[in-house]
Nanobody, 115 residues
Framework: QVQLVESGGGLVHPGGSLRLSCAASGFVFSSYVMSWYRQAPGKERELVAFITPTGRITNYVASVKGRFTISRDDAKNTVYLQMNNLKSEDTAVYYC????????WGQGTQVTVSS
């Protein structure tokens, strides 16, 4: 069956870094657009970044441009989100999503940025 398993979240100080991973199985990973979303308490889930098949195109929400980098390793069926210079407003549950003709979601990983 389809599985998306996020990892790499945790507690980090402002200015710190984390790398999130999302390991996929059960579908043809290389043909899917992969995305990272986040949802902070009391807020709507928002798209943070996406990457197209082969990684040719990436895009980011304005608030993370220049700080976050999305990448994929199709040999490992894994998508990553490198997050640098983290801010308190980045605190959220981060989810990965696979999308093509239908969408699949992971269970999420908590990122907390606090001093």
């Amino acid at each position: 069956q389809v599985q998306l398993v996020e990892s790499g979240g945790g507690l980090v100080h402002p200015g710190g870094s984390l790398r999130l991973s999302c390991a996929a199985s059960g579908f043809v990973f290389s043909s899917y657009v992969m995305s990272w979303y986040r949802q902070a308490p009391g807020k709507e889930r928002e798209l943070v970044a996406f990457i197209t098949p082969t990684g040719r195109i990436t895009n980011y929400v304005a608030s993370v441009k220049g700080r976050f980098t999305i990448s994929r390793d199709d040999a490992k069926n894994t998508v990553y989100l490198q997050m640098n210079n983290l801010k308190s407003e980045d605190t959220a549950v981060y989810y990965c999503k696979a999308a093509k003709d239908q969408g699949y979601w992971g269970q999420g990983t908590q990122v907390t940025v606090s001093s």
